[in-house]
Structure formats: structure tokens, C-alpha cells
């Protein structure tokens, strides 16, 4: 599959069409549509189930050097005013902050970032390490290990700093459950 392929399926989701036309009225820095939203999509496109099959919710990164509470709470705050009228779950989270929350909910350190893309470098396996966000002339994507895997409906560990063994084998049988076409390669 290649990036315009990757774009013309991600966007047939209404929601993540919908998000990404709207992410520059929030003026967040470093914005990204990242991850589930996107390949669950195309998996779904490839395996003739609705767009929104399985999609938990629509994860947005960007990376805000304020790191402080209230700020990120004001831009999650103004996130739900702008996606009222959309019925899915927008979780929208400060990539700059995620060093300070995450080894207490997850029992791994994280160090931390230096921008969005980064947090989707972390992702536990390569089909989730995928973004899209508007760009001048068009959509720009991230996607460091391309768009195979996704094609390919495969799952494999992602080898970074904080992989869990557990959370791979958790979220891979999720899928797998919701999507059994997946092939997963154990870590």
C-alpha cells in the first residue's frame, strides 16, 4: 500500500475526515490523527465491515512544550467544544506530557519526548505507528515502517524502550478478536 492509497482509505471514515479537516482550528502544535482510527479503518475497509467497526476512539497527539495540567485540560476542553456534534470518543493528549503520567498507569518509564511523532515511534507494533494531519497542498502522513503491515492485516512487536510484553499480548488478542483475519506474530 502506499501513502495515498493509506490516505484515501484512512479518510473514508467520516471521523477521521472530519478530525483531520478540523485539527488546524485548534491550533495546536505538532497535531497528529494518530494510530487506531486509521488502520482499524482500513482494516475494515479490507474486510467489508463498517467504517467504524471496533474503533475504540480517535486518538489525537500534539506536542505543547507547556506541560502544565490546566494548559493541556484547556486544549482537551476546547478539542470536545469543536467535535460536539461528532458522537465518537476524540482522546486528545500533550505528547510533552506523557513522561509524567505514564510509568505510574502502565509501570514503565517513558522518557521524555521532543515531539508527536516520537509518541507514535512508541506505539507497540508497527500497523499503529502511523499519523495523518493536513498539510499545505494535502495531507501529510508519519508512518516510519510504512504501510505494510496494515495491508497485510499483520501484527508484530514494536521493539522500543518501553514494550510491554503484556500490553502487546492484550491489545493483539483484542484485535484479534474484532478482526480475526489478523496475523500476529507473538513478541
Known amino acids: 500500500m502506499d501513502e495515498s492509497r493509506f490516505i ?10 472530519a478530525i483531520v479537516e478540523r485539527l ?52 482537551i476542553r476546547r478539542c470536545a467544544e469543536l467535535f460536539s456534534d461528532i ?3 476524540i482522546e486528545l493528549r500533550n505528547q ?11 509501570g514503565t ?16 507494533a508497527p500497523a499503529c505507528m502511523v499519523g495523518i494531519r ?5 495531507m501529510t502522513t508519519y508512518a516510519p515502517h510504512g504501510f505494510d503491515d496494515i495491508e497485510t492485516m499483520t ?3 514494536n521493539r522500543m524502550p518501553n514494550f510491554s510484553a503484556e500490553r502487546y499480548a492484550e ?7 474484532r478482526w480475526p483475519e489478523l496475523t500476529v506474530i507473538e513478541p
Do not use: C
Open 134 to 138: 493536513p498539510g499545505r497542498g494535502g
Open 24 to 75: 488546524p482550528a485548534l491550533d495546536l502544535p505538532d497535531a497528529w490523527l494518530v494510530s487506531g482510527s486509521l488502520f482499524q479503518t482500513i482494516w475494515n475497509v479490507q474486510t467489508g465491515r463498517d467504517l467504524a467497526y471496533g474503533i475504540k476512539d480517535y486518538d489525537v497527539f500534539y506536542f505543547d512544550a507547556d506541560t502544565s495540567w490546566e494548559a493541556e485540560d484547556a486544549a
Open 155 to 157: 501484527i508484530r512487536p
Open 96 to 106: 510533552a506530557r506523557v513522561h509524567l503520567w505514564y510509568g505510574e498507569k502502565f
Open 8 to 17: 484515501a482509505l484512512a479518510l473514508r471514515n467520516p471521523v477521521n475526515r
Open 87 to 89: 458522537s465518537a470518543e
Open 109 to 124: 518509564p517513558y522518557p521524555p519526548l521532543t515531539g508527536s511523532t516520537m509518541g507514535i515511534d512508541r506505539f507497540l
Open 171 to 177: 491489545k493483539a488478542a483484542r484485535w484479534k478478536a
